[in-house]
């Protein structure tokens, strides 16, 4: 059952892609309800801007699903270790891809959906991205560690002097 706890958030956000790959949430769909918030937001945008909007909004919540199910992902492969490693990383762009490509082979078979490798490559990337942001997080995170223990090491060497005088 550790498997399962490490495991369900990842499992849970892939539902919820497969989720968004059905026709309600096709372009057709969408824009009945994201073109009247642009157009609310931007009166005075020709109808060609509020679909190039439209587009670009579909094509960046493409990029931020795969980039939140790559960390879930890593996060089950992590198994409660600490740290980055390049392997952990590879595997988990290689499931995102893996994911991206069955997702886009399933819109193929819904009405109103149609497969895109271009969404595949950006799924991708939205992947890889995370992982990219994950392994500065734990970079900094180190060097700020590293940091804090050679102040308390000096601070240490310098009360031991302090208090041999």
């Keep these: 059952m550790a498997w399962l706890k490490r495991w369900w958030p990842a499992l849970l956000w892939a539902a919820a892609i497969s989720g968004f790959s059905t026709q309600g949430f096709s372009s057709e769909h969408t824009s009945h309800y994201i073109i009247p918030f642009l157009h609310w937001l931007l009166p005075s945008a020709s109808p060609e801007t509020l679909e190039l909007l439209h587009h670009a909004i579909r094509k960046c919540a493409h990029f931020t699903e795969y980039f939140i199910l790559s960390l879930l992902i890593f996060r089950g492969i992590r198994a409660g ?27 193929s078979f819904v009405p109103g959906r149609q497969a895109a490798f271009t969404d595949v490559l950006i799924d991708a990337s939205g992947g890889i991205a995370a992982q990219l942001v994950a392994s500065l997080v734990v970079l900094l995170g180190g060097v700020r560690q590293n940091r804090r223990e050679t102040e308390e090491a000096a601070l240490q060497s310098k009360l031991a002097s302090e208090s041999k005088s």
């Design 81 to 107: 270790e600490k740290g980055w490693h390049l392997r952990w990383a590879f595997v988990t762009v290689l499931i995102v891809f893996g994911y991206a490509a069955l997702d886009e082979f399933h819109q």
